[in-house]
């Protein structure tokens, strides 16, 4: 099996524009982030998908392969859709694609390996992780995402509600009462299921709750999930970067 791990990078951010090029002890977010996917042992190539130039030499300049995407796509997978369409008109094509996120300049190697492990089984479509949920303040949180799984460990629905309500309970007990999991947002789908989803128009759900992953729940696609045991460190604001510094 043949699996390609797309790193989606733009430049424009609300919070922290030019994020992907932040200095994170001494390199550029970007190169971290590429130097441990190449870690993984799941993956056979590893790009940067950017409609940035900037992003682009920094690339260059650390040898890491780079791939031109157009400024319009409103998700990453919109953008590894596009990488995936490019390599076919040179005839390379992947069997999975792993779409990691741009902005986990420490992200464990393994767990893109355990993302990747997904699809020893044929009829998994789309796979991502999860993570008990430990902190209250992060089941109350509307940023942190949470999901819910049947007993085969299929996503049944994604919120940044806390869910599922426990009826009769403080909700500041919840967390003794039910093992809540939350969303660590990496995906990888069979290469001919991300082709599809990417031509899917929105959804309410995925309208109200702003998640792209209800849309392809909508539409009947199946997501595998798996527990991990990480905890990812984000970048989402350049006070971010310090506390990164710091810990590493």
Sequence with gaps: MNILGIIPARYASTRFPGKPLAIINGKPMIQRVYEQCMK????????VATDDKRIEKAVAGFNGNVVTTASTHKSGTERCNEVVNKYKTQGKSF???????????????????????????????????????????????PNVVKVITGNDGTAIYFSRQAIPFIRGIEKGEWLSHYNFFKHIGIYAYRTEVLIAIAGLAPTPLE??????????????YKIKTVESSFESLSVDTPDDIRKINFIK
């Design 40 to 47: 993984a042992g799941s993956i056979d190539e590893v790009v």
């Design 95 to 141: 069997d999975v694609v792993i779409n990691i996120q741009g902005d986990e300049p420490y992200i464990e190697p393994s767990q893109i390996d355990l993302v990747a492990s997904c699809f020893s089984d044929n009829k998994v479509e789309i796979g991502t992780l999860i993570k008990k949920i430990e902190n209250p303040e992060e089941l109350f949180d």
């Design 207 to 220: 309208k109200a709750e702003s998640l792209e992953q209800l849309r392809w729940l909508e539409n009947n």
